[in-house]
């Protein structure tokens, strides 16, 4: 069976700093992009950032660039998103999604993606 699943969500005061997991079972992520979008609520799902694991390409949203980063780990299957400096605003599920063409552009369009995560929850708050 084929999924992803997140790990690493949390409270976190503003200013702080989170590391977010994604894990691949069922499948080898090193020919997919991977990408990570988070969905606060009442607002719409937003992407964040992804990479692609064919060359290592990143791309990250404008709002979280210079504070968060995207790494992968081939041979752990896993895609880690390191965010610094959090903001309240930033609170919401943070989901991350494969995407078998390895392309390291995100669409808003969910049904673009392979495989989803469950989603993990990230609270940034004092």
């Known amino acids: 069976q084929m999924q992803l699943v997140e790990s690493g969500g949390g409270l976190v005061q503003p200013g702080g700093s989170l590391r977010l997991s994604c894990v691949a079972s069922?499948?080898?992520?090193?020919?997919?992009?991977i990408h990570w979008f988070r969905q606060a609520p009442g607002k719409e799902r937003e992407g964040v950032s992804c990479i692609s694991l064919r060359d290592g390409t990143t791309y990250y949203a404008d709002s979280v660039k210079g504070r968060f980063h995207i790494s992968s780990d081939n041979a752990k299957n896993t895609v880690d998103l390191k965010m610094n400096s959090l903001k309240p605003g930033e609170t919401g599920v943070y989901y991350c999604?494969?995407?078998?063409?390895?392309?390291?552009?995100?669409?808003?369009?969910?049904?673009?993606?392979?495989?989803w995560g469950q989603g993990t929850q990230v609270t940034v708050s004092s």
């Open positions: 999604a494969a995407d078998a063409y390895g392309v390291p552009v995100m669409t808003d369009d969910t049904t673009w993606y392979d495989y």
């Open positions: 069922g499948f080898t992520m090193d020919s997919y992009s």
